[in-house]
């Protein structure tokens, strides 16, 4: 084999290349934060921290941090049931997942800002099919994406049919992989359906629930695409989550410094996050090792 | 007897739920697609067209025509991004599962780099390659988003080299097969699926990115995805001609998927879940 010196020669292009591409714009950024940017002049005087200070006292800032927390909460809570509900449909059926899972996948592969304009086309206020078949119910049209009260919720919508896929493929694996040991020794306990899901699925699946749980934060962290097509943020500021805000502050009203400093805000609750998941990732190596 | 009706009974009620779902699932889909093929006569009318009795491929001909260039581009940002990718990832992933170069500290130092978020770099990357004269190029776009897929080809494709039995190749090398011949002979060829899966999953991340073709570019080097949020600005009223150029940039990724089938858990979750 070849040395371990050799070995390491293999990693340092890796290491290079995320150094530059990664931990130099991380730290370029801190420092823009810290400064009174303007684009328009070469040199930009160093502010402290009014950019933070600025964010801090914008209401809009608030409201959209309000934004973001009603989407993770809605979307893990209504993503998990889905797609926990639909994994354990697809188990009763084993014969026909085959030709269904696939087909279920196909949401999670489709770009973003398409699922923010198939939602315009979906949800057109006089034309759309949505409406048609609320009509067809009985139902008033709704303004859905342009009405101040439903725009989050058509957001939402379309969120969750592009990401509960996701959470129930992964269920599904898990549930797929779970040994069949602990069911049996409890078939013969005589436990019902329900307990048997609550005692001994549910646990075992802890993992991998956790894992799903997430890496959806994580995303619905920097949720941006679908809104940015459907709404804007809008009407008004009602669907504008943090990362829709940082860009606009940064590339509509061209203040760099602010929007560096909200950028790191979002970092905070990420970091957290994404530690959480190294963790999780290094017990299951550590796990694998052991066998 | 009952017990048995009682089942029938259940599965065929399954079965009607999950073919609800199916359709919910696809019907987005159908309607792009639809409305792709429609005319202007049939668009945006009330009620709406649930079929098309004159499908036209006009909308198909000005997509082809209009985005063309934006397709190559889109191609060729996803092409560089995966192959940069899975040639450090290669190399160094190797490395991290048959010499634990780094412990365990730096392959997890790599992974958590996957999640280091767009909307943060977005103002380094502006200001840099706007200092470098470079934006509106493709290798402006290439660059950010190898922070997607660098991270994640290492760590796929040390996973699929962990798989491979260490034994194999040291059997080869007490036949005095030298390392590099080992690599080729014996490691690669039973990591090629690995790494088309790898690959494939690289150019979609690249593929469907928005956040930073958005920033990092204007007119020459603008994305499938660019093009469309930046179509619905400047023709409202095109739908029959968005729907196509969505169509164009969401079906082969679709087509991959159902190729990646069996993998896309385990790409989904990082290897985590296999």
């Known amino acids: 084999m070849v040395g371990k010196k050799t070995a390491y020669f293999l990693v340092v292009p890796t290491v290079i290349v995320l150094v530059l591409i990664v931990i130099f714009p991380m730290f370029y950024s801190i420092t823009v934060s810290l400064l009174s940017f303007d684009i328009r002049i070469p040199h930009h005087p160093f502010a402290g921290l009014k950019n933070f200070i600025g964010i801090l006292s914008d209401s809009k800032f608030y409201h959209a941090a309000l934004v973001t927390g009603i989407m993770m909460v809605a979307e893990l809570v209504i993503e998990f049931i889905l797609g926990l509900g639909i994994a354990l449909l697809l188990m009763q059926i084993p014969l026909s997942r085959k030709i269904y899972q696939p087909i279920l996948l196909i949401p999670m592969m489709v770009m973003p800002v398409v699922v923010g304009y198939v939602g315009r086309l979906l949800f057109e206020v006089r034309s759309g099919p949505v409406n048609y078949f609320l009509n067809v119910f009985g139902i008033e049209s709704l303004q859905w994406h342009a009405s101040a009260h439903l725009a989050l919720i058509t957001v939402l919508i379309l969120r969750i049919w592009r990401w509960t896929p996701f959470v129930m493929a992964t269920l599904l694996a898990g549930l797929l992989s779970l040994p069949v040991e602990p069911y049996e020794s409890v078939q013969v306990d005589g436990a019902n359906a329900r307990q048997t899901f609550f005692y001994i699925t549910l646990p075992m699946l802890k993992p991998v629930i956790t894992l799903v749980i997430i890496m959806r934060a994580l995303e619905i962290l920097q949720a941006f695409d679908i809104i940015y097509v459907l709404t804007m943020g809008g009407p008004g500021i009602s669907t504008m989550p943090l990362s829709l805000y940082t860009y606009l502050t940064g590339f509509r009203y061209w203040d760099i410094g602010q929007a560096s400093a909200a950028a790191w805000l979002i970092m905070i609750p990420l970091s957290i996050l994404v530690t959480f998941f190294v963790k999780l990732m290094e017990k299951g190596e550590e796990i694998e090792e052991k066998n | ?274």
């Open chain 2, 1 to 274: 007897m009952k017990r048995k009706t009682k089942r029938r009974i259940r599965q065929v009620i399954i079965s009607i739920v999950i073919i609800f779902i199916v359709i919910a699932t696809l019907f987005p889909i159908y309607w792009m697609l639809l409305t792709s093929v429609q005319h202007k006569s049939e668009l945006m009318t009330s009620p709406p067209h649930f079929f098309t009795r004159h499908p036209t491929l006009k909308n198909w001909e000005f997509t082809f025509k209009d985005t063309l260039p934006k397709f190559v581009n889109s191609l060729v940002i996803a092409f560089f991004a995966t192959l940069i990718a899975i040639v450090l990832g290669a190399m160094s992933g190797y490395a991290f599962a048959r010499y634990k170069v780094g412990g365990n500290t730096l392959p997890f130092w790599i992974l958590s780099l996957k999640f280091f978020p767009p909307v943060v770099a977005i103002v380094p990357y502006f200001l840099m390659m706007n200092t470098l004269r470079l934006i509106d190029t493709r290798t402006a776009v290439i660059i950010p988003h190898l922070i997607i897929t660098v991270p994640f080809a290492v760590w796929m494709i040390k996973g699929f080299i962990q798989e491979v039995p260490r034994e194999l190749e040291e059997a080869a090398m007490i036949d005095g097969a030298s390392q590099l011949s080992i690599i080729r002979i014996i490691t690669l060829p039973l990591i090629a699926p690995g790494l088309v899966v790898t690959a494939l999953f690289c150019f979609i991340w690249s593929w469907n990115d928005f956040m930073f073709a958005l920033i990092l570019t204007r007119n020459q080097a603008i994305t499938i995805p660019v093009a469309i949020a930046g179509m619905r600005e400047a023709h409202g009223l095109m739908w029959g001609e968005v729907s196509a150029t969505a169509a164009l940039g969401t079906v082969p990724i679709i087509l991959l998927a159902i190729v990646l089938q069996r993998y896309l858990v385990r790409g989904l979750s990082l290897g985590s879940i296999k």
